[in-house]
């Protein structure tokens, strides 16, 4: 690409940044981030098929590439060593769904196996009332109590160690 000049701008909150100026760009783009301005503000791009980075010790949002369609189940699981996936019900569209994978790693790892959504299981019999104080006060509870509860076993050792580096203990 030609540049025909350079211009100094900000975008959203960012402090100002040197942005080159061409004649026109592909695909119809307005604008094109480069990877110095990604960089320099904290944005990753990871491409599922080569792997999604970790962080050492972290809860990870991930999205997941998938062919399913609607609401499915992600049954909670160990996907590769000191890698655990979250037992959740997931919305699949635009071909992924967000899954909640944390790494009790000590370092930071590359995720190269992904959860696997299925269908939901059929539900019967009748379900509490979850507005009473009673059903509130519980409800509380298995939140705070949720948070890591996808964690076998064998991981609570590594599980209080990552609660005493994020601070929830």
Request: hydrophobic share 40%; with cysteine; glycine share 6%.
């Amino acid at each position: 690409m030609e540049t025909k000049g350079q211009i100094e701008l900000c975008i959203g909150e960012t402090l100002p940044h040197t942005f080159l100026v061409v004649k026109s760009l592909p695909m119809n783009c307005d604008l094109l981030l480069g990877q110095d301005w990604l960089v320099r503000f904290g944005y990753q791009f990871q491409i599922p098929s080569l792997g999604i980075t970790l962080p050492a010790y972290s809860e990870t949002v991930v999205r997941v590439p998938t062919a399913e369609q609607g609401n499915r189940l992600v049954e909670a699981e160990e996907l590769q060593d000191n890698i655990f996936c979250a037992l959740s019900v997931v919305e699949c569209k635009d071909s992924s769904f967000l899954c909640l994978v944390a790494n009790l790693n000590s370092t930071h790892v590359t995720l190269k196996k992904f959860p696997r959504a299925q269908a939901l299981p059929k539900l019967s019999g009748r379900f509490q009332d979850a507005t009473s104080k009673g059903s509130h006060v519980r409800n509380q509870i298995l939140q705070a109590q949720l948070r890591l509860a996808h964690i076998k076993e064998g991981g609570r050792r590594n599980q209080a160690n990552l609660c005493r580096i994020c601070g929830c203990i």
